[in-house]
């Protein structure tokens, strides 16, 4: 059974059992990826449990670091998110509740720490937003079973879509797996079921008992990263003050760029030199910021009231963070690739290439073409990168240097301040042709083209590659190939490491005969 399944019959199993758990002395928030107070489902409802009982509230957070090795989390998500961990516990202490942060060394062991703090702190209900990815569905069954055998009760929302994986079925009844058919049953479930929109109430204040009980879980300290996934002084004095974290700092980016820029976006979001994009990526993969609350946002701004018609921008905009649901429900119901598999199995025999020298070249950005150097650079510069130049440098892996795609995935989630496995595996899977909807295998991008197309003046470009700062005009694109050699040659840029022409032949021919013997 899909893991989905197994939760849900997990759930099944469970039910009069998690009916009949009276409420004890309190109930706890399981926080995972969704850091925030306002608009939390299953926050929410823990609140009003407690209210109703009349029992304080407690947050609990786990610090797993051999989850973030297993999911290669980047060591700057993880201080983005410890510093939205702070502000969390700042918030929610001023409502008398308190953050109980705890690392667990082993992954295994997350379970059976949970059942000991809810017995320490004679608790009976868990709350807990799910998270789609295969290991997070199976512990949560596992969790809910041993939650029952202990008399303890699991209650679980659906949070970080705006429609939860499931209802989207088309008209065979299977799920869909085309993005555009899939958007316009979105659009139509959400605005037949307009709930789905609802922001969900913040937690209220907890009764005096919390701070007089549970005086001692409000001096937990924010642990530092894990030593291996720490950021180095020099990268945080360089990196935070780009990435602003905590909720009340995703609210500000929302309104800013709902007042500034959203009406642009469909002209600007493509242009990498321009603050076309909201920037907004981190906070969703954080959970500082839901994706109802930004949906709804936007849509108030539309003078349609609606999430079609309207303004341009905003329709547009909408559509990119359906991409985000749409990449989460393609997990849960095609859960092998979360297992390194091409959702596409007829490309799993195609015979990459693995050769280190080039995808050196690739990660530091030094492969000769400008674009793809620059995009590089600013994934390493800040921690993120737009989304044009991720298609391009990720098209250029897979197709120009016939680089498995997977090397590309992983080094993205090592990276990215954004990384969210859905959407990672999505977007390479969109760019190397092996995923699904994906971009045809035969439309391979022309860097060059790429780059006189989305960035025409060569900004973007000589921002993130200094040695070409001063080389004009076009030759910016292609300076060796441009008449920049001496200037190129001085500042020490390398030339181009394949040919494109020559590369697309040989990876139009690796494509076919891999799908042709799949
Ligand atoms: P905006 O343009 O303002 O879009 C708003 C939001 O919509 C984004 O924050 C994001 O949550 C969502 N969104 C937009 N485009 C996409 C998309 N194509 N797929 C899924 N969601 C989208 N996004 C991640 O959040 N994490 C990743 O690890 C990630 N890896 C990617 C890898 C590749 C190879 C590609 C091609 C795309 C990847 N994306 C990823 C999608 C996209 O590039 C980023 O979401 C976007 O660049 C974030 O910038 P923004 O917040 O300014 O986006």
Same mark, same amino acid.
């Given at each position: 059974p899909r893991p989905i399944e197994l939760l849900n019959s997990a759930f099944a199993d469970t039910l009069q059992q998690r009916k009949r758990v009276k409420v004890r002395d309190a109930v706890v928030h399981w926080f995972k990826w969704d850091l925030r107070i306002h608009d939390n489902r299953a926050l929410s409802e823990a609140s009003e449990m407690a209210q109703k009982a009349g029992v304080p509230l407690i947050g609990l957070y786990i610090v797993s670091p051999q989850d973030f090795e297993a999911h290669l989390t980047a060591p700057i998500r993880i201080d983005f998110m410890l510093r939205s961990l702070q502000v969390l516990k700042e918030d929610l202490a001023k409502l008398d509740i308190p953050l109980w942060v705890e690392t667990v060394e082993? &992954?295994?062991d997350v379970p059976g720490r949970i059942i000991e703090l809810m017995e320490e702190w004679r608790a009976s209900h868990l709350f807990a937003n799910l998270e789609y990815e295969v290991d997070e569905l199976r512990r949560e069954a596992k969790l809910a079973r041993m939650f029952a055998e202990r008399g303890l009760a699991l209650q679980v929302a659906h949070d970080t879509c705006v429609v939860p994986p499931g209802p989207l079925r088309s008209g065979t009844g299977r799920p869909y797996a085309v993005y555009s058919p899939w958007f316009r049953s979105w659009i139509r479930h959400i605005q037949e079921n307009l709930e789905l929109l609802e922001l969900s109430e913040p937690p209220k204040q907890n009764p005096p008992t919390a701070r007089k009980t549970y005086g001692k879980l409000f001096d937990c300290a924010i642990p530092p990263a894990p030593e291996s996934k720490r950021l180095s002084d020099e990268e945080k004095k360089r990196l935070q003050p780009l990435w602003p974290a905590g909720e009340q700092e995703a609210m500000k980016r929302l309104d800013k760029f709902c007042e500034e820029n959203i009406g642009q976006y469909a002209k600007n &979001? +493509?242009?990498? !030199? /321009?603050?076309? /994009? !909201? +920037?907004?990526s981190v906070h969703f993969a954080c959970g500082t910021l839901s994706a109802r609350t930004a949906v709804r946002t936007a849509r108030d701004r539309n003078n349609t009231k609606r999430l079609d018609g309207g303004n341009e921008g905003i329709q547009t905009w909408i559509s990119e963070v359906a991409w985000r649901d749409f990449y989460k429900h393609v997990l849960v119901h095609w859960p092998y690739v979360c297992m390194n598999k091409p959702f596409k199995p007829e490309y799993s025999n195609i015979e990459w290439s693995y050769n280190q020298e080039n995808f050196t070249a690739w990660t530091s950005g030094r492969t000769g073409f400008p674009i793809v150097d620059a995009a590089m650079r600013q994934l390493s510069g800040m921690g993120w990168m737009h989304n044009r130049c991720r298609m391009i440098v990720a098209s250029f892996l897979a197709k120009d240097l016939l680089l498995d795609w997977r090397m590309g995935e992983r080094f993205f989630m090592e990276h990215l301040i954004d990384g969210d496995f859905a959407s990672n595996n999505g977007g390479w899977g969109f760019a190397a042709s092996v995923g699904v909807d994906p971009q045809p295998y035969f439309r391979i991008f022309n860097p060059l083209l790429q780059s006189e197309k989305f960035d025409p003046d060569g900004e973007y470009i000589r921002k993130w590659v200094p040695e070409l700062r001063n080389v004009k005009g076009k030759a910016i694109h292609d300076p060796y190939g441009r008449g920049a050699e001496v200037l190129a040659k001085k500042g020490g840029y390398p030339r181009q490491i394949v040919e494109h022409k020559g590369a697309r032949e040989r990876a139009l021919a690796a494509y076919k005969r891999g799908i042709e013997s799949g």
């Open positions: 082993k &992954r295994r &979001r +493509n242009i990498p !030199s /321009t603050a076309g /994009t !909201s +920037n907004l």
